[in-house]
């Protein structure tokens, strides 16, 4: 029946002749706009967080183990004891007034006192470690690559927005808003693993996308150049991908919660591949992912994270004075063999030590939170408290550094996540796919941890899946403002709408900035900036 027919036809010449235009839609404008804005946008981020950087001169909250890690990495390859205890912290007074004497002394130094069980693996530390080879065992010194970490996702943020909706404008405002988020700026502005964590996981993502892009952009080309086959061509070695699964590999030896990402954003990175075989016309695109595909994402998003996770263990692998590093018997046999052989025993040993020190965590404290809490921003962790009278004019004075979201960020981005959930049953838009894949991925396993193991565990935790919230925010900003051929009327009202909720944030921001850096306040200034009276320990 011609009826029936027709549509088959239509559908067939549709995807026959489809416009690589269509199914890689052109970056706005030139490279050169495309970079000077974002780069505008993270310098003026970087400068939020490098002003001001060496204050307070204080080891802050968990500085108190990462600062001294990282010295102890570039010094000695491996994590060392230092002097005192958790509540007689000898090593940090003497840290504070230059005194870097500051290691447990041990004869051998190879013995056991000397070697700090560490509950986290080397990479954020090396990283804090390199800032104090530059600048010394100092406040600027160990928080100095967080800081540079934080500005340079600001960019790669922007970046990567800007190529997921097309527009420039909504990529700067993915900057801007990440740049004006409280908790990604105390995070950028202290010594702790997390902010390295989100940078590695954006890092990848953001390969990722580039990969879509560039894939499609193959499949295309091919397309207009051969008759279709059964399962399509090959694409060759995937660069893009290749360093997506380095980054995520980094994230991994920075904290173990990364291997959620790498696996979500693996399964994720291959529906793409077959959404993009469907969309030139393939018949079978997850046979062809599946033939053609898959053993090139094996080598990107499995073998190349594996290595670059051992690479960062390469100081306790070639020293004898990690903490179960068991060098005496790797080296008993003087056989290569047998080294590696037990060298890896070792190891392993020391991983599932680690997993039973996580799983079994459940020290209490102050600002400890469940994972529901942490998107309400009922209880920020408190890094930095100082009291004092009369140098703030009457009254008692308090200086706090508080690691608190903006408010208006992050309840908006819960309103936009259930919109991207909306979005993505109604049309299957993949940007709403990859930004609900990713948070999931960071929010949700801490839910079992919660049940199974009671886990000691802090809203901070929230870091890697800033700018996923983020990047919910612009999306739902896009359909606001509307597509580019909407009525101008539709488009000003929207513009203007998402004007205003972008000067909410910087006023919001501007709020709470005396909290998120240590200034001097008064007792009650203080106070009137918590939200809660959760945000106040008891």
Not at 115 to 143: D, F, S
């Amino acid at each position: 029946m011609p009826e029936r027919s027709t549509p088959h036809r239509v559908r067939f010449v549709s995807i026959a002749h489809i416009s690589p235009r269509r199914l890689i839609p052109p970056l706005p404008g030139g490279d050169r706009w495309g970079w000077i804005a974002p780069l505008g946008v993270a310098l003026f981020g970087a400068y939020l967080r490098f002003a001001g950087l060496a204050l307070p001169h204080s080891l802050m909250f968990d500085e108190t183990y990462y600062a001294k890690g990282g010295w102890a990495l570039v010094n000695f390859g491996v994590e060392r004891k230092a002097l005192g205890t958790v509540t007689n912290p000898i090593a940090d007074k003497m840290i504070l007034r230059g005194d870097l004497n500051i290691w447990e002394r041990c004869t051998p130094p190879e013995a056991s006192p000397c070697a700090e069980y560490v509950a986290h693996p080397p990479l954020g530390k090396w990283m804090i470690g390199a800032g104090e080879q530059l600048y010394g065992m100092t406040p600027l010194g160990w928080r100095f690559v967080a800081a540079l970490a934080g500005a340079l996702s600001i960019l790669i943020l922007a970046r990567v927005a800007r190529r997921m909706t097309r527009s420039t404008l909504l990529g700067c405002l993915a900057g801007l808003l990440l740049s004006l988020d409280g908790m990604h700026f105390v995070l950028s502005r202290t010594a702790l693993l997390d902010i390295f964590l989100m940078f590695w996981v954006l890092a990848g993502f953001a390969c990722l996308v580039v990969d879509r892009d560039r894939s499609r952009e193959a499949l295309a080309a091919w397309r207009a150049a051969n008759p279709l086959s059964p399962d399509g061509p090959h694409l060759g070695p995937r660069p893009w991908r290749l360093a997506a699964g380095l980054c995520l590999g980094a994230a991994c030896a920075v904290k173990w919660s990364g291997i959620w990402f790498l696996l979500v954003f693996a399964v994720m990175s291959l529906l793409w591949d077959a959404g993009a075989r469907r969309a030139v016309g393939l018949r079978r695109p997850y046979r062809g992912v599946a033939r053609r595909d898959v053993p090139t994402a094996l080598t990107a998003m499995a073998l190349a994270p594996a290595v670059t996770y051992l690479l960062t263990w390469s100081g306790w692998l070639a020293s004898p004075y990690g903490y179960g590093r068991n060098w005496a018997q790797a080296t008993s046999q003087g056989s290569p063999f047998y080294w590696l052989f037990d060298s890896v025993r070792s190891l392993m040993s020391y991983h599932m030590s680690v997993l039973d020190f996580h799983t079994g965590l459940q020290t209490k404290h102050d600002y400890s939170s469940e994972p529901w809490e942490w998107p309400l921003l009922i209880r920020p962790v408190l890094f930095y408290y100082q009291g004092s009278d009369g140098k703030c004019g009457e009254g008692p004075c308090s200086q706090a550094i508080h690691a608190a979201g903006t408010q208006i960020i992050w309840f908006g981005a819960l309103l936009a996540l259930l919109a991207m959930i909306a979005w993505y049953v109604a049309s299957r838009d993949w940007r709403a796919g990859a930004v609900l894949g990713a948070f999931a991925a960071g929010w949700l396993p801490w839910f079992y941890y919660a049940v199974a193991d009671n886990r000691t565990m802090y809203d901070f935790y929230m870091a890697p899946m800033l700018p996923f919230m983020v990047l919910a925010l612009v999306l739902a900003a896009g359909l606001i403002i509307g597509p580019a051929d909407a009525p101008p009327r539709r488009k000003a009202v929207g513009a203007a709408a998402v004007g205003a909720f972008a000067l909410l944030v910087v006023v919001n921001f501007g709020w709470l900035h005396p909290v998120l850096t240590g200034e001097l306040i008064t007792y009650q200034q203080w106070q009137a900036r918590m939200m809660l009276q959760s945000w106040v320990a008891h």
